[in-house]
């Protein structure tokens, strides 16, 4: 079975600049989150879908930050404008239906310079 | 919402020891735990967990107890190899997961 992919991997901007990150779940799992993990500490829900609807996105900065699910497959991230603070790394994972295991992907690490 | 404190923040244990990682939360209503090892690089990927209606469950080496009436709930691991060495992460919610900080668990051979 394939897992959660993501691209890219790495990717180093200045900040005010845009960036968008790309997730391919696991065939078949409904939920799809988002996580952003900063250096230290354990990854911090930024948003959750089922399907292509988003089931919370509390913790999204929405002034900066975007995410859609089109189709209710792959899953773009972006963030327009970038700020130091944003550097860390991105996490997509994905399950058959919450509160069940998540599949991780490898993530992408994200530097704001 | 939920709030998971998790406790050593690290963990330096000789190879063939034991390592124990403790983990409250805050929310009665969460009924799913689990445990991540996340490597060098690697997404998190889930070694064991635990559902609110089971008191213990066990997986070879690895080990996870659940107290729901105190809101906490612990891994363990015996018989530590090098291979253990990694980040681990504690979670727990329902619809709504939160994660604990993390521990950096070092086996030294």
């Known amino acids: 079975e394939a897992g959660v992919a993501q691209s890219p991997r790495y990717k180093i901007i200045e900040k005010r600049q845009s960036v968008a990150f790309w997730c391919n779940p696991i065939?078949?799992?409904?939920?799809l989150y988002w996580y952003q993990q900063i250096l230290g500490q354990g990854p911090k829900l930024l948003i959750q879908?089922?399907?292509?609807?988003?089931?919370?996105d509390s913790q999204l900065p929405k002034d900066r930050f975007s995410a859609e699910r089109l189709k209710g497959v792959d899953s773009t991230l972006k963030i327009q404008p970038a700020k130091l603070e944003d550097s860390a790394v991105y996490l997509c994972?994905?399950?058959?239906?919450?509160?069940?295991?998540?599949?991780f992907g490898p993530g992408t690490r994200l530097t704001v310079l | 919402g939920e709030n998971v404190e998790q406790h050593p923040s690290t963990l330096s244990v000789q190879e063939g020891d034991s390592a124990v990682i403790k983990c409250t939360y805050s929310?009665?209503?969460?009924?799913?735990f689990p445990w991540y090892k996340q490597e060098l690089g690697k997404g998190p990927q889930l070694i064991i967990d635990?559902?609110?209606?089971?008191g213990e469950k066990k997986d070879q080496r690895i080990a996870v107890t659940l107290n729901k009436t105190a809101k906490h709930f612990s891994l363990h691991i015996t018989e530590t190899q090098p291979e253990d060495s990694a980040v681990y992460f504690c979670?727990?919610?329902?619809?709504?997961?939160?994660f604990g900080a993390g521990t950096r668990l070092t086996v030294k051979p």
């Open positions: 065939s078949g799992h409904a939920t």
């Open positions: 929310d009665s209503a969460s009924n799913y």
């Open positions: 879908f089922q399907n292509n609807g988003v089931v919370d």
């Open positions: 635990i559902r609110s209606n089971v």
């Open positions: 979670a727990a919610g329902g619809n709504d997961m939160r």
């Open positions: 994972a994905s399950s058959l239906e919450p509160p069940t295991q998540k599949y």
